[in-house]
């Protein structure tokens, strides 16, 4: 596969989906720029597991989260042209460009929580985080499901060193980090809305031990698959 196809990036991502998103993110960051004048000296950054605000930071944050997008955007064009495996990503179809559009979406959308916090849009208690999380837990079980189908690379998927030296172990250790992908999503989800019933401590911890063990059993499955303790 070659970027002259479809005019794209390794033929991942199609010229006008490329242009559309770009716009997108350009005009993202006009429109921060535009509502920065409006905004006050400190304005929210963090909110705690219950939705209360517990971060502050310069105004001209808000504008620096716009144009995160965007950036995002050129390092997700680079990437699979560097990679050494970037023909691995065509077997995932059009994987790659449906989580470059969801992903770019998403992080337009999370750049305006400050503003929309300020303005009143979003005031009921544990609203942010139950937003937030219930967007970053559907992509993480978009990208669950999508999993097995990503061929061997090492920018996306569960990249052990077992599984980039053998095609089946990667095939396997993909299906099972698919499934623990969805688990995370979920459980992130959920979080969301538990938030407003436990401390912030808590809920930090909590999420903490749910990514951590997942990253730790697709690990451990791509090991023992590799000394055949997995048949």
């Not at 905004?39 to 219950?50: K, N, R, V």
């Not at 997700?76 to 050494?84: K, S, Y």
């Given at each position: 596969?070659?970027?002259?196809?479809?005019?794209?990036?390794?033929?991942?991502?199609?010229?006008?989906?490329?242009?559309?998103?770009?716009?997108?993110?350009?005009?993202?960051?006009?429109?921060?720029?535009?509502?920065?004048?409006?905004?006050?000296?400190?304005?929210?950054?963090?909110?705690?597991?219950?939705?209360?605000?517990?971060?502050?930071?310069?105004?001209?944050?808000?504008?620096?989260?716009?144009?995160?997008?965007?950036?995002?955007?050129?390092?997700?064009?680079?990437?699979?042209?560097?990679?050494?495996?970037?023909?691995?990503?065509?077997?995932?179809?059009?994987?790659?460009?449906?989580?470059?559009?969801?992903?770019?979406?998403?992080?337009?959308?999370?750049?305006?929580?400050?503003?929309?916090?300020?303005?009143?849009?979003?005031?009921?208690?544990?609203?942010?985080?139950?937003?937030?999380?219930?967007?970053?837990?559907?992509?993480?079980?978009?990208?669950?499901?999508?999993?097995?189908?990503?061929?061997?690379?090492?920018?996306?998927?569960?990249?052990?060193?077992?599984?980039?030296?053998?095609?089946?172990?990667?095939?396997?250790?993909?299906r099972f980090g698919g499934k623990c992908f969805v688990l995370m999503g979920i459980a992130v989800a959920?979080?969301?809305?538990?938030?407003?019933?436990?401390?912030?401590?808590?809920?930090?911890?909590?999420?903490?031990?749910?990514?951590?063990?997942?990253?730790?059993?697709?690990?451990?499955?791509?090991?023992?698959?590799?000394?055949?303790?997995?048949?």
């Open positions: 596969m070659n970027s002259a196809n479809n005019g794209s990036t390794h033929g991942l991502i199609s010229r006008n989906c490329l242009i559309a998103l770009a716009a997108l993110s350009v005009a993202n960051v006009i429109a921060h720029l535009i509502a920065l004048p409006s905004l006050p000296a400190q304005i929210p950054t963090h909110w705690g597991a219950g939705g209360e605000v517990n971060g502050w930071g310069p105004s001209w944050t808000a504008t620096a989260l716009g144009a995160l997008p965007l950036g995002m955007l050129v390092l997700f064009c680079v990437i699979p042209l560097i990679d050494p495996k970037g023909n691995g990503y065509a077997r995932a179809g059009k994987f790659y460009q449906r989580f470059v559009v969801v992903f770019t979406l998403l992080m337009i959308a999370v750049s305006w929580l400050p503003e929309l916090t300020i303005w009143g849009v979003i005031a009921a208690k544990g609203s942010t985080n139950v937003i937030v999380s219930v967007l970053i837990g559907a992509l993480l079980v978009g990208i669950g499901n999508y999993m097995p189908r990503i061929g061997q690379n090492y920018t996306m998927g569960v990249k052990t060193p077992w599984a980039l030296n053998d095609p089946e172990n990667w095939r396997r250790t993909q959920a979080f969301g809305f538990a938030g407003p019933y436990i401390s912030d401590g808590v809920a930090a911890a909590a999420i903490s031990v749910v990514c951590l063990g997942g990253c730790i059993a697709m690990y451990a499955y791509s090991y023992l698959l590799f000394i055949g303790k997995i048949r």
